[in-house]
């Protein structure tokens, strides 16, 4: 008796795309070549969506390590407008994300999927995850009421010519919605680099030698957060 899982087509695609849109360290780059036999004999992607997604796997594969560890985080950790973290273009760092992790989450417990300690549940590659477990018609909604947000961040990976622009698109595909034109999709102001929005102000801004021979003026504390999270690993993932 066959004994293995049976898998609705959307469930293996899913897994795939939350591995290629996690962090390429050596756990994953080791996975690249059976991530890549899988895509070859997928069916829920469309022949277009299947190709690029593959010609990513290829990237990564030929990539120098070093330089696809640092483009990740160039390209998802330093800007808000193509982050990951799918709650960061709805409400920032707003109260309300606080509550909206929660919910999500506790959807997550419910149906079985108890995330890593540090593992945010708004995280793509976390979401792409939960899809796979759910039933085809349950994961393509779920999918689909983030859909907007994903046209946002493949919108501004292919201004940037990102290869993985073409992992978006193909969760786009997933969630059964079209992808749009980038010149469609409006573009958020432009915005300083994160390292500078949480910068370290000068200590003692605003003082100089001179204001020493006088009374200084009153000088308002500034608090602003440090940048202490680091890159997000994945997961073991098996496919």
């Known amino acids: 008796m066959n004994n293995e899982p049976i898998y609705e087509p959307h469930s293996t695609a ?26 070859l ?10 190709a690029a997604v593959f010609a990513l796997t290829a990237d990564l594969q030929h990539s120098d390590p070093l330089e696809a560890e640092a483009r990740y985080v160039d390209t998802f ?17 707003s109260r309300e ?9 506790q959807t997550y417990e419910q149906q079985g999927l108890l995330l890593a300690p540090g593992e945010l549940p708004d995280y793509l590659p976390v979401v792409l995850e939960f899809a796979s477990t759910q039933p085809h018609e349950v994961a393509r909604e779920f999918l689909a009421e983030m859909a907007h947000l994903l046209q946002s961040i493949h919108a501004a990976l292919a201004r940037q010519d990102s290869p993985y622009a073409a992992a978006v698109a193909a969760a786009l595909y997933l969630a059964g919605e079209p992808v749009q034109a980038p010149e469609t999709v409006p573009e958020a ?13 000068m200590v003692f801004d605003g ?14 504390i500034q608090i602003v957060r440090r940048d202490a999270a680091s890159p997000r690993r994945p997961k073991e993932v098996t496919v």
């Open 14 to 39: 899913a897994r795939v795309l939350a591995a290629l849109l996690s962090y390429p360290d050596a756990q994953l780059r080791a996975l690249l070549p059976e991530l890549a036999i899988t895509l």
């Open 41 to 50: 004999g997928d069916t829920a992607l469309s022949a277009e969506r299947r």
């Open 77 to 93: 950790d330093r800007s808000r407008r193509t982050s990951l973290h799918l709650f960061e273009h709805v409400h920032g760092d």
């Open 97 to 105: 994300r606080g509550p909206a992790m929660i919910d999500l989450q």
């Open 189 to 201: 102001p432009p915005e300083a680099p994160l390292d500078e929005q949480w910068a370290e102000p």
């Open 207 to 220: 003082c100089s030698v001179a204001g020493q021979n006088a009374a200084p003026a009153v000088q308002p």
